[in-house]
């Protein structure tokens, strides 16, 4: 069998070393636009901030792909997909396969505001974002982050590493909206200030622009800010656009079912560019749970993906934070809240079952402890 995986990150490398786990003798090919080999994204944090060479965030070295007879293509870049011919066609030419699983992830969104190519305006998602950004950081002495998610507060605390003054501006009335309630989000902001953070919230950016050698930010309240240099944090999108023309059923990703098999004969997908009963994870652990799925169904082997356990971490400056499972507040609802110097505790319940939990401080000890309380769902 021909077996072509179409990404180099988290889901591709686990659903290829899950292939190999059951089938020795297939050929097994991947394709990444990256020229790199399979790095950890989330600590090019540590990169970015200094504290990690690019060596230590490598996760599978060369040696890895050619002891488990895996031909990796790196800078081959999929221009599209032809389900019917079974075939991979992009810079490196077509590629023919039996099956093929997508993995190509996510990239920054990019808001109605952004000017592609505007000098000093970055993103980051990869090695060489990373670079680019580091490159900047040398040159100039402020940042403007746009984003306060997790991925905007550890960039603006890299780039704080890194000597220069940068303010988080996020659009919502509260930091990591997504992750924390009102309560937990203040406790942070306080916490960050307290050790040099700017944070400005309620921010609605509707322009960005190049003026006397700096980057302006206009919002829509009339105020502006001006820096070095701005990075945009504003989510990510599945990495779809190569799939346009092909027919498979895409909704905000690529739809799969419990198998991660998409709508196409044979094409299986995984990662932050599938979305599985309507959600998008996002997240390196579900990107992990959902290759290791569809290196099992790939090979043939019986298994079912019930969903991933939503859960994010934030450690920066010192500051611990932890937040998991659903948070929503809903009629039956029940919270429990412990609070002191040194921590802040809140779980909620549902029919007396832990649905979801935030730690802040010395109670993100108990992180793990919680996670197998909510009877996580894990791939069968
Ligand atoms: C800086 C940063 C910090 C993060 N921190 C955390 C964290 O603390 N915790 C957490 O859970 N998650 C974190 N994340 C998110 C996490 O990294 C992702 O959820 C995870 O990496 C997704 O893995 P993936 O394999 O689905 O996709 P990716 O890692 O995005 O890999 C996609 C692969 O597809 C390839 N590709 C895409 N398009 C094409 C194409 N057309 N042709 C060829 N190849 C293609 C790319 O080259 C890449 O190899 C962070 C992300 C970033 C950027």
Redesign the pocket.
Known sequence: MRIVI???????TTAAATIRHYDTESSLTM????GTPFYS??R??EYLAGTASFEKIVIRDSAWYEKNKITLLRD???DRVNPARHEVI?NFGTITYDALLI????APALPAFFVPGLEGVFT??TKSDADAIIAEAARVKSAIVIGGG??GI?TANALAGRGLVPTVVEYFDRLLPRQLDAEAAAILQSMLEAKGLRILLGKTTISIARESGEVAVRFADGSSLSAGMAIVSAGVRP?TA?LRKAGIVLGKGIIVDERMHTSAPDIFAA???AEFKGILY????A?KEQGEVAGRAITGQTVEYRGSLMS??LKVAGIEVASMGDIALTANTRVESARDDSSFKKLFFENNRLKGAILIGVAVADQFKLQREMELPTPH
């Open positions: 179409i990404g180099n990150g988290v889901a591709a394709l990444s636009d990256e994204r989330p090019l944090i081959a870049k999929v992009g993995a190509s992830g996510a980051l998602r997790l991925l550890e990495t190569f990662g932050d560019c996002g997240i390196w652990t990107a994010a971490r």
